[in-house]
């Protein structure tokens, strides 16, 4: 189980948050094709390493947070506002 | 002293305190304190159970939760629990076990047949012989197999238990696994640092195992008193860490006293959920079996439990013990027994000397050193071993009763491994170690190889000493242990097998034998976890804990690899098996759910009303108890001649307010909302981005700058959710605030053409005409005193308003209504009739917007805003959502209105009964038209109507003509609701 | 230990963009100080706890229907969204040595006293359901929505039981409210 640094409550279990998934896609314009549309609606990597993807913190201050975290270790690397730029994934631990 | 086997007091069992028990149907007596596997070996009982495959007899092997062979029944008021495990259940006046696998009895047991017919039963049998014919699984092999297989039965409990069960949440700066040595030092020290300790240990007693040792009791009591001096360290006793789960959550299993137990409401386990900053597993190392030609004859088991009888119980599990070990370590069983006065028959290690040895041989015991156990004579029990020399040739024959074996030590490493830990080999005790990461915590004590009790214990200071620094605490130096020097000890020779004819086990509940790891190998499974799934070697309840590690020696010899080379096991939670009621918690029967019950919900209750669950909610149905149609369209046909009331405080209803909140609005919902007057409401339909229908509900205007959004009841939480979401990333620029109201506001249709006359009684401030309040209007109101908001919004197509009020003035409100309503013949109606209401008017509900459908296949196509970005509107265009055989929305009615509609029922062409044209998604008795009337998505439903099809339901066996007709069964001027 | 019904209306202010600074002062003006997300402030007619930033509740004792939401509305229009949850949410009062750890038989949060100490409020799920959780001096004052506010009860009834259980009382609100003015 995930432990989640909620930097408006504290750390909390995973089952208060929901999962909201992938953060790093941005919703086209408006006026984009369906083309785009259907890669931001459809399209994800399955990716073994860092991950930045959308928890909501539905039990506690449903504030959105995106997480930077690893989806073999479930270390959480970072914690961030919605708008945040996610850091540069940290280099991948030995394994 | 009851039973014949017990020499002498244990440090467990109270020898004034008897207690009768009852084994195979006989009574028997032991003392408080004892395990039922420590009353029948004092009792003289070596035979408890058979095998699982072959129904070999066996006996206790360990004293402790690894124990692979001891399995039992009990029988207790609830009903038969199987696979208890005899020895770590504590034994309670009156318990009544039973043996398992065997028939008719123990002693006889005709599926032994198994054991003879070994040859054809091979690893890979099932998979082997039961290939074909096909037919033949289902019928006949795999009732067969049913019968002989497994270990316990599961039978349904006699009576449901109130409360087996319960989940508690804990948290500690660390928690330390095993009160050994080394757990019971580190936690003194963290304790005396100040720091939160949860000490968690399976076994009833602190410091078990190895503290039993003598010359260790005096540092254990210390311990202990110290312990209980430390207020921030909380002892967990009989409480098994299941699993680790990372970022510092843990699972572990408590077994309550039956003092708790009866304090508690007859609570018998309680699952912990532990979060812990740092965690240091001294998690001991389980002493392992050796395979050799009869290790599984009732009497032959490790040695460490045999001193662990003595110590713990006093029991002596035999009068004439024979040794066949490895290490030093395991010599101590033999010291202990002699020094209680059991003469052992003599001592078989494969080395060719050592300390202990020595020592054997200066109390006068018979030492055959380089020397094996070729095979154990005894069937149901030992009679006497056969010794060889390790070269190969007989050397000698030993009487004896029991053979005490050991194989030397495996350090638990499963909890570690789960922590992403590697591990490490280490030849010096041949076995692997883990260490873990220092953000995570240590390992420590014989679960890190480091053996002896003083050795142990130091190194569990030293990893406690470590953390509290690393948690920023001062360390206090002031503590020692005052433990005596380990008595130095030779090195342990490897030993995992001996070669001789018969069955060696390297998994003895699984009656996995070493020719089976063999023969896996030479039929490719060269993978240890290959292996392991082939024979099922290790994946029996005690998850390979006595012979893991020597099933994955003997894979290496085969492979010609060293053991560091095939690994071990990879262990996966749980520990131990769990009981699924210990998972469920208290989370079941009545409240597995938690209910939402209107703020009416005693006043519908005392009404007669029959509920039903919808989502979390309970909701009127109907308000009548009986079944039927009747009380039904009593309700609906009120409504549509007179006036009804209905409860819709279930609706989700969510405050939007916010200088953007219109724009917000119009970008989340498909039509458009910005251009919505004051005081006025207007259906909205959402989509999801994907273009498909997510949600319709009414939305009004009460400010400028402030909405009230209603949802389906179902969809509640989640649109809200949805809306939160799109403000927090994409109309992250939007000034917009959302808020959940739902539950603040009771809310009640008032429906039918007298509906105005009703409300005209009870509200004042807006004038009611259709002039002053026509269809659509919303606003402030007060209703019967109580300041609250009115709406012309109708969803049974009649003339309605909803009034909402805060839900503490529910039943003064709803009380107001009836009263007004009395004279014009108001009646209350449930969700059925509500249900009836709205598929005669075509409006729709879950059943329809099921995740697959579009705003046009709904027919509301034309809603969809043409100009402006919203939620779904690009996807909403591809050529697939909008090609013209979709499933569209249409009425249907039987062609005979004798007939019934069925929801589910598919739709044909009489031409093509073979090709479903859709189904019948909602279907009623109509309360204004004959027979029944329900809606349907068709194929290019839309121009079909006129049409007729066949309704087909199979599991009815009925065929059904039915007409294509338009969703609007009733009223399709829409005329009414304008009235 | 004991179990308490109370009875309070509750106000919600929620700031609308850009004026977070100007909030406390007319809060102050309404005779209540706003705490920062995580805590509850005592005054001497209110309790106002913050469990999401830039958002507080105000506990006050029961007025008319909406009475309370329409004079906050007024004090803070353009500042903030008033929200009106007297019936949306109610409260119940747990007292007594055990209550923290009865509450741990379904709260996954740390309610031992140094990691919740009075001053403290939270909002998390207790047996399913959605809870706000506030310690005071007196114990520990539990928020749920008025829907589940039954289901909760039994429930914290069943939990308590093993640690003995006082009957239920009703409170009122203003025992609670302390005299150290904003």
Known sequence: MLRIPCPHCGERDETEFRYRGDAGKARPAGDADIAAFATYVYERDNPLGWHVEWWMHVAGCRKLLKLVRHTLSHEIHAVLAPDAEPPFPPREQGR | MPGPARIGRGLLTDGDRPVGFRFDGRELTALAGDTLASALLANGRRLVGRSFKYHRPRGVVTAGPGEPCALVDVIGSAGREPNQLATTLVLREGLVAESQNRWPSLSVDALAINDLLSRFLPAGFYYKTFMSPGWAWERLYEPLIRRAAGLGRLVAPAVEHPAPAETVHDHADVLVVGAGVAGLAAAHRLGACGLKVLLADQDVTLGAGALLEARAIAWREQMAAALARLPTVRWLPSTTVLGAYGHGVFGALETLSPEAEARFGGLRERLRVIRAKRVILATGAPERLIAFPGNDVPGVMLAGAALGYLRRYGVAVGTRPALFVNNDEAYEALFALHGAGVRPAGVIDPRPQSLAMERARSLGVEVHAGAVVASVAGRRAVRGVSVANVGGGHRATLRADCLLMSGGHTPSTALAAQLGAPLKWQEAIAAFTADLAPAVGSVAGAARGVFGLAAAARDGDAAARAIATDLGRAVNSAIAIDLPADPAATPLAELWEVSAPGKAFVDLQNDVTTADVRLAYREGYEHLDHMKRYTTHGMATDQGRTGGLTGAAVLAKARGVPVSRVGALKPRPFAQPVPFAALAGGEVGEHFKPKRRLPLHDWHEAAGATFVRAGLWLRPLVYSGSSGWEPVLAEARAVRSAVGITDVSTLGKIDVQGPDAAKFLDFVYANTFSTLAVGRARYGLMLREDGLVFDDGTTARLAPEHFLVTTTTVNSVAVLEHLEFHLQTVCRELDVLVTDVGDHWAQFAVAGPRSREVLERVVTGVPLSNEAFPFMAAGAATIAGVAGRLFRISFSGELAYEVAVPARHALEVWSALIAAGKPLGIRPYGLDALNTLRIEKGHVTGAELNGNTTADDLGMGRMLKASGDHIGRSLARRAGLLAPDRLQLVGVRPVDATRRLRNGTQLVAASARSTSLGYVTSSTPSAELPGWVGLALVAGGRARIGERLLGVSPVHAETTDIEVVSPHHADAGNTRVRA | ?182
């Open chain 3, 1 to 182: 230990m004991a179990i308490g019904v109370c009875r309070l209306d509750l106000t919600e202010l929620a700031v609308l963009r850009g004026h977070a600074a100007d909030l406390p002062a007319v809060a102050r003006s309404g005779g209540v100080a706003l705490p920062p997300t995580g805590r509850v402030a005592v005054s001497a007619s209110a309790l106002v706890l913050s469990v999401r930033p830039e958002r507080w509740l105000l506990l006050t004792s029961p007025a008319a229907a909406g009475a309370g939401a329409a004079a906050w509305s007024e004090r803070c229009a353009g500042l903030a969204a008033v929200i009106d949850h007297s019936s949306g949410l109610a409260a119940l009062h747990l007292a007594g040595p055990s209550a923290r750890e009865a509450l741990a038989r379904g709260c996954r949060l740390d309610l031992a006293m140094d990691a919740f100490p009075p001053g403290h409020a939270a909002a998390t799920s207790m047996a399913q359901v959605a809870t706000i959780l506030a310690a005071l001096p007196s114990g520990l004052l539990i928020l749920t929505p008025a829907s589940t506010a039954r289901h909760l009860h039994e429930w914290l009834m069943g939990a308590a039981r093993p640690f003995g259980l006082a009957p239920l009382a009703e409170i009122t609100v203003s025992t609670f409210f302390g005299h150290n003015d904003p």
